[in-house]
């Protein structure tokens, strides 16, 4: 437990440019107590003490607006960043080294028993307001982006975004765990729906609609041109 907590605080260290010390992750990060409280509770529950294991969790969701289960199974060096809001559920399993930002709900989608709750690989990282529901498996290294809600497996190296979530890209190169500028892929199928439109326009003389996104595209190479 104490090997895992040492991993848990280094993590905020290494993952948060904000952290400029130990004793300010342990005294005022409520991810970090969390999952401290999380640990202890896990302890007490694998013992048979599960009320009292409960008992701790929900004094650590009143404190830090955080609610893990102390049945769930979480690897070290997990970093929960703001973390308001964030829930996990019972049978959720969690790898090594991964990332959860505020919000995000690692969830189930019934009253099923059994294995209910998603499962977490390794280097994972999981974008704000997401929501993870059903057993689910989600590969090493994916990222999950903010508001996505994933209900199917995801494989390694993979990023989601979107509801429900959707794979925009699939074994591409190894991401830096804080970076969330993830692709739209709503919006990139509209502008190329807008340039095929613009173009059909252009040939049969039509004046396309002031307000298209072609023609923002078109003003911006405009623009660019004359400087």
Known sequence: MFENIKADLQAALDKDPAA?????????????????????????????WFL???IISQRAKKKTGIEIHPAAKIGKGIFIDHGSGVVIGETTEIGDNVTIYQGVTLGGTGKISGKRHPT???????????????????????????????????PPYSTVVGVPGRIVRLYGKKYNDLDQKLPDPILEEL????????????????????????????????????K
Do not use: Q
């Open 191 to 226: 502008k190329r729906l807008n340039n095929r439109i613009s173009r059909l326009e252009e040939e049969c003389g039509i004046l396309s609609c002031k307000y298209s996104i072609a023609n923002e595209i078109e003003e911006t190479k405009e623009g660019n041109e004359a």
């Open 52 to 54: 009292l294991a409960r």
């Open 120 to 154: 977490i690989k390794d280097n994972v990282m999981i974008s704000a307001g997401a929501k993870v529901l059903g057993p689910v498996v989600i590969g090493e290294f994916s990222k999950i982006g903010a508001g996505s809600v994933v209900l199917k497996d995801v």
């Open 20 to 48: 400029r010390n130990k004793l300010e992750v342990i005294l005022t990060y409520s991810g970090f107590k969390a999952i401290v409280k999380y640990r202890i509770a896990h302890w007490f529950h694998k013992k048979g």
